[in-house]
């Protein structure tokens, strides 16, 4: 199996590097994409390898070279301008990402990793265009592969969110199992997660980011989701929604735990307002959208970590898009039907586990000679198993837009 860039010179966008590793996951609502692109090191980079080792807080006593360099890039289009994903592809040479099997019939094919719906609907649209061939990888396995490898590989890469307050969280590799993943994308997976490789897609929902941009565009003529979604900042979804007080004449009802501020029925004011939609602000309606979605998945989120006993729930997906409102609205939520006992933590790289995980999956495949069995931040990360390893750095902000990440690949 030849991974194409390693046996082509062709030229790519980036002058110096060369694509490595492509792979898809392709949802009802985006289209992910993460590749590696790597420099070949040279002995004049000597002095700045080692200074990015250090900083890298590679052992003193690691004595290793690095094998090359480069990003890991991460990117996302819109499912229905797949169009513009392909020809990003093209453009940036991206098919070299790809490998040959030789021991397939036909060994001039070229192979994608790719997972997600997608992966099925539109192979033929890759065959066609791009002349690549989607080897399939399963949604949910991608997903928890992706979980896993950022909880254990990425320093600070859970946190909570909890009345404005972020709060990383500390994880011990030997005590992460089990945990609940929430996958928020067009739809929502709810999966039990007991190890690598080892899961159970346990629940899902119909009502997840899907529903939010799709209702939230008919009722308020956004135009994209981030501007539905920087409408919530200025909303209030009092005036759509009708509360507790508002049917208990102002008063909380304290034999059941409800205060007059908790939401009774979403949109309900919206029945004897006797007001047509144009009057609503669309700041409003999408606070109570968002509101109402964000609840939902919150208590059914909590319903099944209850079911099985799990402590920590891990949200992810690009519905959260790493938002203050939604975050706070999910954690409350957890916090308020477990009473506490069970904690929503959410993921920086929130939207790339499927994608990050199709990538995993040619981690058995060569990279320039070597065998790569694990890409890991520095922190706090024991040596693979194989041997080799590659040493990620993170620039800040990566999980809000498309962007990258420095590697440095170190042979052993
Ligand atoms: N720029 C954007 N355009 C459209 N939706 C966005 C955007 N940014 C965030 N979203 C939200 O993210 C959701 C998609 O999330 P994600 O990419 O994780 O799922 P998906 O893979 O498309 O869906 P599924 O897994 O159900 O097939 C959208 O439904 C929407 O709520
Ligand atoms: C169909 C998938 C798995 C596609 O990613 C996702 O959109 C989903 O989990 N939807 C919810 C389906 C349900 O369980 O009701």
Redesign the pocket.
């Known amino acids: 199996m030849d991974l194409l860039a390693d046996v082509s010179n062709q030229q790519n966008s980036e002058p110096g590097s060369q694509i490595s590793h492509l792979a898809l996951d392709i949802?009802?609502s985006l289209i992910k994409l993460v590749y590696f692109s790597r420099n070949n090191v040279s002995r004049r980079d000597d002095d700045e390898q080692k200074s990015r080792k250090e900083s890298l807080g590679v052992l003193q006593s690691d004595t290793s070279q690095p094998v090359l360099e480069g990003r890991l890039h991460f990117a996302k289009f819109e499912t229905s301008k797949i169009n513009d994903c392909l020809d990003f592809i093209h453009s940036k040479k991206l098919r070299l990402g790809g490998f040959r099997d030789h021991a397939a019939a036909s060994s001039d094919k070229i192979f994608i990793k790719a997972t997600?719906?997608g992966a099925y609907k539109f192979a033929d649209l890759f065959k066609e265009k791009l002349e690549i061939s989607l080897d399939k990888e399963d949604?949910m396995n991608c997903l928890v592969t992706g979980a896993n490898f950022l909880l254990k590989a990425v320093h600070q890469e859970a946190f909570t969110y909890l009345d404005g307050q972020k709060e990383f969280v500390q994880i011990d590799h030997n005590d992460l199992y089990p945990y609940l993943l929430v996958n928020i994308?067009?739809?929502?997976?709810m999966i039990k997660v007991d190890g690598d490789g080892k899961f159970e897609r346990v629940?899902?929902?119909?009502l997840?980011g899907g529903t939010f941009w799709g209702l939230g565009r008919l009722l308020t003529k956004c135009k994209n989701f981030d501007e539905l979604l920087e409408l919530s900042h200025q909303g209030n979804n009092r005036v759509i929604d009708m509360l507790v007080g508002d049917i208990y004449g102002g008063t909380d009802y304290a034999k059941v735990g409800l205060s007059a501020t908790t939401i009774a029925s979403s949109f309900g004011k919206a029945i004897s307002d006797n007001k047509e939609l144009e009057e609503y602000k669309p700041e409003d309606i999408s606070r109570s959208l968002l509101r109402m979605i964000s609840n939902n998945i919150g208590q059914i989120s909590y319903l099944n970590a209850l079911r099985f006993g799990l402590k920590r729930i891990f949200f992810a997906g690009f519905f959260i898009r790493g938002h203050a409102y939604t975050m706070d609205t999910i954690s409350v939520a957890v916090h308020f039907w477990s009473k506490g006992e069970a904690k929503a933590m959410f993921l920086r790289h929130e939207g790339f586990l499927g994608a990050l995980g199709a990538f995993m999956s040619y981690e058995k495949q060569s990279l320039d000679g070597l065998m790569v069995h694990k890409i890991m931040q520095r922190f706090p990360i024991s040596v693979s198993s194989a041997g080799d390893k590659i040493y990620c750095s993170l620039n800040s902000d990566w999980n809000l837009n498309d962007d990258s990440i420095q590697c440095s690949v170190y042979g052993t």
């Open positions: 949802g009802g997600g719906g949604e994308g067009s739809g929502v997976s629940s899902g929902t119909n997840g």
